[in-house]
């Protein structure tokens, strides 16, 4: 056995130089700023996959949420699966390390020699006898296991992070539809006022048109005015269905309300977004690390599928005993026994060394797979600092969008105001101030909706430069140490 060992490490040690392709990062251009300008950054002290931050917005039931959904959401779910199966594929392929025993035992008898297959010959025996054998067998290729064992572990690790990933994208997910929520409340409130207003409105235009201090056409201009009103206040409402059901959804709930915290207008959309540069954002996305996990295993299959040149070692022990009536066998009867028995035992160890031809094909594949891998890589990092730039600027350009909403909306107020005043002096005629006030309605409808866009930005932001994923609720926490 040791001359076998001796005799073979010289090749194992060289094919595992030769035929392990040493696993090089691949080096690609990445920008040291952001392209997008004058951004709202600033450094933090907190690791950004541990942030909470949407514990900034100081809604507790928003908190609830993401806490319910990092717990019970079906995608998180189905993730973990995935990576429990990633981790029991490496185990098994660890228990491949250890031999196998292979048990027999049955009855026999007759009157002729009997020779059976895998124990081997036990004797003649003229009456009934019984038998039982041990075998066992060890076969191993020292560095298939080997590569097999390391793909497996940088398949766990790209299971993980992509469980990460969905993690990272549910809580953008519950955020945004949270939001989407308080808006829908806030909107139709804003879309009854206006319609409120367009109502008192035609009713003194109609009274006026009586009168025969107002044209047909002004009215009529006016009553087609109040049915679009109306018909976005019904699409609000219904839309509100929609919104409560997406977030249930994503609570892994049926249809059915639900509870709202904080009101829209007290969400304070100004953060402070976390100055991360490129090269840290792409240390820290998870499916960044998934997709080089993924580059690493395919790099392992070259290793694998090159492996089946090398030979394999076969070690094995026998041992068998059959018992019986008569004195049939070859060994002698025992002291003060009317049986006799039979022994055999014996070991072996060889390598077998079988190439097959189909091998290099199993090569090539994998250096074909290799290179999707890379191509996928290159493209998942390409990607990823295009998502960052673009949701910077797009947020920027939507918090820029939402101060001229805001100031719109101001200005509009103070129209208000002097028209109510004017009303009250008697200077101007009430009409005046509701055209006014419409006015005002639906600058406060656009800003509702601009700081929806602006809110669902920063959240994009938070997402695509891979925060919070890392936290996890008391929910998880709990059923983690309950499993360890």
Request: net charge neutral; charged share 15%.
């Amino acid at each position: 056995m040791r001359k076998l060992i001796i005799c073979l490490s010289p090749i194992l040690l060289w094919s595992c130089a030769y035929f392990s392709p040493d696993y090089e990062k691949p080096k690609l251009d990445t920008p040291q700023q952001w392209n997008a300008k004058n951004l709202n950054l600033a450094p933090i002290s907190e690791s950004l996959p541990y942030l909470a931050w949407w514990q900034k917005f100081n809604d507790p039931q928003l908190n609830q949420y993401i806490e319910s959904g990092l717990y019970t959401n079906q995608s998180i779910a189905e993730a973990k699966a995935n990576l429990e199966a990633a981790q029991g594929q490496l185990s098994t392929i660890k228990l491949n390390w250890l031999p196998f025993v292979g048990l027999f035992s049955g009855y026999i008898g007759g009157n002729s020699q009997n020779s059976l297959t895998p124990i081997g010959n036990l004797g003649t025996i003229n009456n009934n006898g019984s038998f039982f054998a041990i075998l066992p067998a060890y076969t191993l290729n020292v560095f298939t296991n080997y590569t097999l064992q390391k793909q497996a572990n940088y398949n766990v690790e790209a299971a993980r992070n992509a469980l990460l990933s969905v993690r990272l994208a549910v809580i953008g997910q519950v955020t945004n539809a949270y939001f989407a929520n308080l808006a829908q409340a806030q909107l139709i409130e804003q879309f009854q006022q206006l319609n409120d207003d367009m109502n008192e409105l035609v009713k003194i235009s109609r009274a006026m048109d009586k009168q025969g201090l107002s044209t047909q056409v002004g009215l009529d201009e006016l009553l087609s005015k109040q049915q679009i009103i109306q018909g976005e206040l019904a699409l609000m409402q219904n839309n509100q269905v929609a919104a409560q059901n997406a977030l249930r959804y994503l609570l892994n709930q049926t249809p059915g309300t639900i509870k709202l915290g904080k009101k829209f207008t007290e969400i304070n959309s100004q953060q402070i977004i976390p100055g991360n540069l490129p090269v840290n954002v792409l240390a820290a996305r998870p499916d960044v690390i998934m997709a080089e996990e993924q580059l690493k295993a395919a790099n392992e299959g070259i290793s694998i599928a090159s492996s089946r040149l090398l030979p394999s070692v076969n070690l094995n022990y026998f041992y068998a005993q059959g018992s019986g009536k008569s004195s049939g066998f070859k060994e002698p009867l025992p002291v003060n026994s009317s049986y006799n028995t039979n022994q055999q035992s014996y070991y072996g160890a060889y390598a077998n060394w079988v190439i097959s031809p189909s091998v290099f094909g199993m090569i090539k594949t994998n250096k074909a797979i290799f290179k999707m891998a890379l191509a996928n890589y290159k493209s998942v990092v390409t990607t990823a600092l295009h998502e960052v730039d673009n949701s910077l600027a797009i947020n920027n350009g939507l918090s820029q969008k939402l101060d001229y909403n805001l100031s719109a909306y101001n200005n509009v107020s103070d129209i208000v105001q002097q028209k109510q005043a004017l009303y009250k002096r008697g200077i101007t005629p009430y009409t005046v101030v509701l055209l006014a006030k419409v006015e005002q309605d639906i600058q406060s409808i656009n800003l509702t909706q601009a700081k929806l866009q602006q809110l669902n930005s920063l959240v994009n932001v938070y997402q695509n430069l891979g925060g919070g994923y890392q936290y996890y609720s008391e929910s998880e926490l709990a059923e983690s140490q309950a499993n360890n």
